[in-house]
């Protein structure tokens, strides 16, 4: 919230002088007031951030936002505000407190549970895999994608013929971090894993191998080597997975509608990898 407060000022740098005359002024800086309710507010912000519980006073507060406003002005001076990188730190600050101020009421009413964690088990079940990765640069070339899936196509027969031997085939192959440890991936709740790969390992047994399957890291082949019960999952965890859920599903039915006002055009042509 600091920073949402500090992004106000860097977009408007006459907040201050905006207020009521029934508002006292507290300071006057390069041509800015600082007024009492602004100060009290920006001194509550740092009472929920003082580090153990320590006292801040509201003097305190008052220099703090005063050496802030002398820095931003400094900063636009030689214009940081207009880099690349710094207005796009302004623009999450802006969406999300767009976000904050727009959803937090819908969000607020999402509970979830245990009835509710269990369905979306059902559906979701949590995996134990085993990978080998053969790498693909975010676009690479026809012949590029036609070499990795000829080599994942021979890695696989050898894993097919062998399996005990896949182990040995992710630490030869695989260019994974999990390639130093067999391409073990252990447990992975779904939200973890690329689409394409939950779907190749959903409802396969213990000890099944995927054909190679293509996903935005490259081309996978993959074992499966665990399946957890419901009784074993952390709650918690899947609380929280499936509050996020339903989170996304408030925001993406939030901006549908919004872009049925907007003038859009998606290039679905361009999206593709090869």
Request: proline share 3%.
């Amino acid at each position: 919230m600091k920073w949402i407060l500090l992004t106000i000022i860097f977009l408007s740098s006459n907040v201050y002088a905006q207020k009521k005359s029934s508002d006292p002024i507290v300071a006057k800086i390069n041509g800015k007031v600082i007024r009492k309710s602004a100060l009290l507010s920006y001194h509550q912000q740092n009472l929920n951030f003082a580090q153990n519980n320590r006292k801040v006073t509201l003097e305190e507060s008052l220099n703090d936002l005063i050496d802030r406003i002398i820095g931003i002005d400094d900063a636009k001076e030689i214009n940081i505000h207009k880099r690349p990188d710094v207005v796009k730190k302004m623009n999450d600050i802006v969406y999300h407190a767009y976000i904050s101020e727009e959803l937090t009421p819908k969000l607020k009413k999402i509970k979830i549970s245990d009835n509710d964690i269990e369905r979306y088990y059902k559906q979701n079940p949590e995996y134990k895999t085993s990978q080998i990765l053969i790498r693909l640069k975010t676009l690479p070339s026809p012949e590029d994608v036609a070499e990795a899936i000829d080599l994942a196509n021979k890695i696989y027969k050898d894993a097919v013929k062998n399996p005990k031997n896949f182990s040995k085939l992710a630490k030869k192959y695989s260019e994974a971090s999990s390639a130093l440890t067999g391409g073990d991936m252990g447990y992975q709740p779904r939200v973890r894993l690329a689409n394409q790969y939950f779907e190749s390992i959903n409802g396969k047994k213990i000890g099944y191998i995927t054909n190679p399957f293509r996903t935005q890291y490259g081309v996978h082949v993959v074992m499966v080597t665990g399946k957890k019960d419901f009784k074993q999952i952390d709650m918690n965890l899947y609380k929280k997975i499936l509050h996020d859920v339903e989170r996304d599903k408030i925001l993406r039915k939030y901006f549908a509608q919004k872009r049925n006002k907007a003038n859009l055009k998606i290039y679905k042509d361009r999206l593709k990898y090869e």
